[in-house]
């Protein structure tokens, strides 16, 4: 459990680094980005947290949060379908 922890805690002090408040739902996001083998739309994470109760417009503007501010990337690979994958 103590890997876990340290876990949490890296991404949350990732996320106030970069000057964001350390929500629940974006740190959900961002575990699940860094988990991510390759890069992941937004419906693709909606399904991947849908045990959680956030609104797909949360997840939505978390991804884009975390893209503004460089802790992800958000690309088009031409299926005008936003994909995006933590940078690390």
């Not at 575990?31 to 947290?49: K, M, N, T």
């Not at 978390?62 to 990337?73: C, I, K, M, P, Y």
């Amino acid at each position: 459990m103590a890997s876990r922890r340290d876990d949490v805690e890296t991404l949350r002090t990732a996320v106030r680094n970069a000057g964001l408040r350390a929500t629940p739902s974006r740190i959900a996001v961002l575990r699940l980005l860094r988990a991510a083998g390759s890069p992941v739309s937004h419906s693709d994470v909606v399904a991947e947290l849908s045990s959680q109760a956030w609104d797909p417009a949360t997840i939505y503007r978390n991804l884009t949060d975390l893209s503004d501010v460089g802790l992800a990337r958000r690309t088009d690979v031409g299926d005008h379908v936003w994909r995006y994958e933590a940078i690390t």
